[in-house]
């Protein structure tokens, strides 16, 4: 029987009350909680959020302090970014330059205890981003501990006929984003890492041929069950209803929904809830002005985390032709909710769907997207009979692989394959096909 292990997690961005990579680092490393002794390492910015969820400084979580780097290159990248919500390729290239102080004030404060063997492992979380280096890798494996890396994920390629949505996220820094593999440091973390967790095939392409034994598949994106307590109802038959979560982007997709389920809105056999807000909210809206289907088409605002399943549980479909998504973790929750999602063949979604939990769209230009949106949409509603099979199972496949509870087991399994000395690895979930 494996013994209990005894684990540093590093999660800089880690927090219960945010949304995105902050609450990805909080899910997981709480989750890790329940099969090992964990101690998590987070950012000062996250240390009241720890003490309401209930965690004890010192004994649960340590708060390191890197704001003196930390805070002026905040505020560099909210101006470099040029707008709210936009510029992520720059957000995580100028955060990437300060995390180097935050992981040596990490080994000021546990280098000791690290040299002692008083962890089994180490383990960094996040950022999720593959352009921060880690200085503490070649530190643990000098000191004989297994440091962990990941999951990374981030920089999918933009699709091609998407550069007018690629500029106006201002995305102008992904033109060039590959130079960051000639970072020094890159070659000695990747180097000294016992394993590397990629939560997207992308991700794992991108890591050199000489390491590929030490990496492993496993997205980032899991679920929390007592978050996703209700089932949409699936009866098989028409009229059917959509769904749309997201921020009002153009590279989400939301008018691309719309204009693919225009016959199916026109004709009663479809609505749309659209969930989510931003720039784009106005154009969408005279979108469905021009082409009168506001009857069809419901916009419900930007609802909190807690909120979204009582709205979205009410649909058959999440149609949601993103075409450049890292994770996906919207899919997952509604697969939670037996919900049936149609998303793009392309990234993090693409490899969360398979055919029998949903249906994917091939990547093509903006016109080919909407006809082969449109062509599923209305093959659905042809023949809906075939949902409440794919509902089942699609929240069966979450409730048994994509838990966080299923996740820090996951992970666990890694970390005492580690220290058993297995290579090459194993994921630990069947890879995409």
Not at 322 to 335: I, K, P
Request: glycine share 10%; with cysteine; proline share 7%.
């Amino acid at each position: 029987m494996n013994k209990r292990l005894r684990a540093l997690v590093i999660a800089e961005a880690a927090n219960p009350e945010w949304v995105s990579v902050p609450l990805v680092g909080w899910s997981l490393a709480a989750a890790l909680r329940d099969v090992a002794d964990v101690h998590i390492v987070t950012q000062i910015r996250n240390r009241d959020a720890f003490l309401r969820a209930g965690r004890t400084e010192g004994a649960d979580f340590t708060a390191i302090d890197s704001e003196a780097v930390a805070a002026p290159l905040w505020k560099l990248a909210e101006k470099l970014r040029m707008g709210k919500g936009v510029g992520w390729t720059t957000m995580a290239a100028i955060s990437a330059l300060g995390y180097g102080y935050f992981e040596r004030k990490i080994w000021q404060r546990f280098g000791a205890a690290i040299r002692a063997g008083e962890y089994d492992v180490v383990h960094r979380v996040t950022p999720l981003s593959p352009t921060a280096n880690s200085p503490l890798a070649a530190r643990c494996a000098h000191a004989g501990v297994p440091f962990i890396l990941g999951p990374l994920n981030g920089g999918v390629p933009w699709p091609r006929g998407f550069d007018a949505e690629r500029r106006r996220e201002k995305e102008w820094l992904s033109y060039v984003r590959g130079i960051y593999k000639l970072r020094p440091g890159r070659g000695a973390m990747l180097k000294a890492a016992s394993a590397i967790i990629c939560g997207s095939m992308h991700t794992l392409g991108e890591i050199p041929r000489r390491h590929r034994a030490r990496t492993v598949w496993l997205p980032e994106n899991a679920v929390d069950p007592r978050r996703f307590t209700l089932t949409a109802p699936q009866p098989g038959t028409l009229p059917l209803r959509g769904c749309f979560i997201g921020r009002l982007v153009p590279y989400k997709g939301a008018d691309m929904a719309i204009q693919a389920a225009l016959p199916l809105l026109r004709d009663g056999a479809l609505t749309l809830d659209i969930i989510g807000d931003g720039p784009q909210r106005a154009e969408l809206e005279e979108l469905v002005r021009r082409e009168d289907v506001a009857g069809a088409v419901h916009f419900r605002g930007w609802l909190e985390h807690g909120e979204i399943q009582q709205a979205a549980s009410q649909s058959q479909l999440l149609v949601f032709p993103s075409v450049r998504e890292f994770g996906g973790g919207v899919v997952l929750e509604a697969m939670a909710l037996g919900i049936v999602p149609v998303v793009m063949d392309y990234a993090g979604p693409g490899e969360l769907v398979d055919d029998a939990t949903g249906y994917r769209i091939p990547m093509g230009s903006r016109a080919e997207v909407v006809a082969a949106l449109r062509e599923r949409l209305l093959a659905i509603a042809a023949d809906p009979s075939a949902l409440p099979a794919k509902a089942a199972a699609a929240r069966t496949r979450v409730m048994a692989d994509f838990t966080w509870q299923a996740k820090a087991g996951q992970v666990e399994n890694l970390w005492q394959a580690i220290l058993k000395g297995q290579e090459p690895l194993r994921d630990p979930l069947p890879r995409p096909q």
